[in-house]
Structure formats: C-alpha cells, structure tokens
C-alpha cells in the first residue's frame, strides 16, 4: 500500500530522532521522506521558486544543482569556489555573501561539496546565514555527505550543518539522503528538513510528483536508522582509508595536483598539460582503462580537473588505478 505523501510516520519520527542526536532538536513537523536526494532538491526548488526568480548557487557543483533551478525558469547567478595552489578549494566569503541581495530568492550550497570536497566552516555559515536573514534569502543546502567527513574537528563526526546553527523557522531547507552515509545508492530515498509552515504544502507537492516513496524501502529505512551506530562510523572508516590511500599516490605522480578533502568521497586533481578535462576523460577510459569523471561537467570553473571516487570496496583497485594512471602518463611522454 502508500504511505502517507510525507512519509511513515515512524520513519518521520527515526529521521527526526536522528537528526536531533546530530544537531539539536528537530521536530518530527519538519519532515518529508522522499524518493531520493534529487527527487528533494527538485521538490524543494519547486516549492520556493517562480520564474524569473534569482538564485545563486556555489560552483564548481553536481549539475542536477544548476539545471534544476533554470528548468524552473529562475535566473542563475554562481559564485565559484577557489582552487588553491595544494589543490584545495576556498570559499570567497566576501564575494558570495555580496553576491546574496533582497533579490535573491534562493541561495544553493552543497557542503560537503561535489567534486572538491570542499566543506563549510562553522563561521562561514554563521556569517551566510546571518546575510541571509537580513536579505529574505532562502537556503538551499545539500547536506548528503555530512557524515562523510573526516577532518575529526567535530563531536558527533558529521560536517558543520546550518541545522546546528539555524532557528526551527528560519528561511532554511535542507536535504539529506540514505545513499551515502548508509551505502543505500540506488535505493532512492531522502529527505527534506523544513520550517513547520512549509511542511504541509510539501505533502501537496510529493502528492503531484510521486505519491509517496515506495513503502518498502522506508521499511528498510528504518532498519538502517535503528543500526546507524554500527553501520556509519565503519563506512566512514573505510572511506577515509580509502582517501588516504589514493590522494598520497597520486600527489606521487609527477605533474598530479590534489589535495585530501576533509569531506565527500571524491579527489579532485588535475594534470599538469591537459586543460580539456572531458577529452582527457575520454582519453583515460579509452587508452588507460580508468573512468574518471570531467571537471566541465561541474562547472566552468572546474574545467582541466577530473573527479576520481574513492569509494571502492576493495582499496587495490585504487592503486591499481594510480598505476594505470601512470604507465598511460609515461606512454605520452615516450
């Protein structure tokens, strides 16, 4: 049968438990389960904008976050990230919160980023969502690498989030999803975290776009949930072996230019030489026999980088790609 459009009502209340044991209290009012993190963003940005409305989103990004809101019809405005000379990427505070005006009716930031990495400092968002506030500006934040994240500077091991910081009614929508953190990809199941107010117009959106999510993969959820203490920490572990792993042997490759991402489950370098990042990509699958993705398709900004995902079951095979990477390398020197 269908579950309620927002949710089970005890996967509601497991969401809400668990994000009240990361963040502070979250209640169950606030809510929404859907059909995966793509399916709350869409669902989100429809709630909130209207054609010709202005939203400002944080580049290079996944570009489901880009096209959403042009599909919408609203008027996209990006500030990019900086890459730094060890490969790191920084925001330019200054410039995006200059960006952010009583015109903007939607700022997008996704932290722990897709591709860099890059995460969020905890005075960074004070500083967004203090503009924010004297703007009108909603939030748009992905947050579905929060628990992928390894810098340790935090109690609970989760990233910096805008729910640690923000008041239950502040213009703030985020989105989480169990693929990542509970290795649940494919499964499609998210979920949105929202003022109060928003959230019955919420179950009018998912009653048009999908119903509910599918019944049985709440069910399985909730299981997820009721063992995350035993299951989360350990995917964390092996990821962060896995980046510790593959950033020191390919920062070993002569002309490779990377840094270890505090957050996410990607390095992103680039290659001294190469500035077409989806003909080398093509390149790579092709002659060398490693899939790794273009920065282009990130943004403009990332153009000449590539995004190599580390989460691999068995750490061999990233260093079997490094070596792939280097005997292709060595082949175009000859």
Known sequence: FYSHNLGLPELRQAVADYASALHGPVAVDRIAITSGGVNALMLAMQALLD??????????????????????????????????????????????????????RLLVVNAPNNPTGWTLSRAEQQAILARCRETGTWILSDEVYERLYYAGDTALGAAPSFL???????????????????????WRLGW??????????????????????????????????EQTEAITPRIVAHLKGCRDTLVPLLQAVP??????????????????GYTDSL????????????????????????????????????????????????????????
């Not at 019955?200 to 019944?215: D, H, I, R, Y």
């Open 51 to 104: 054609a010709g409305d202005e939203v400002v989103a944080v580049t290079p990004v996944w570009p489901n976050l880009t096209a959403q809101p042009v599909i919408l019809g609203a008027r996209l405005r990006c500030v990019a990230l900086q890459p730094q000379s060890d490969g790191a990427w920084t925001l330019d505070l200054p410039k995006l919160l200059a960006a952010i005006t009583p015109q903007t």
């Open 164 to 186: 640690d910081i923000a008041d239950a009614h502040d213009r703030l929508v985020v989105v989480q999803s169990f693929s990542k953190s509970f290795l649940m990809t494919g």
């Open 192 to 225: 949105l975290t929202m003022p109060a107010a928003m959230t019955p117009q919420m179950g009018k959106l998912l009653e048009f776009n999908t119903s509910c999510a599918p019944v049985f993969v709440q069910r399985a959820a909730l299981t997820a949930l």
């Open 255 to 272: 002309g490779v230019q990377t840094s270890a991402a505090p957050g996410g489950m990607y390095a992103f370098l680039r290659i001294a």
């Open 279 to 334: 003909q080398l990509a093509k390149r790579l699958v092709a002659e060398a026999g490693l899939g790794l993705a273009p920065g282009i398709a990130f943004g403009p900004e990332a153009e000449g980088w590539l995004r190599w995902c580390f989460a691999s079951k068995d750490v061999g095979r990233l260093v079997q790609g490094v070596q792939r990477l280097e005997r292709w390398l060595a082949a175009q020197n000859q």
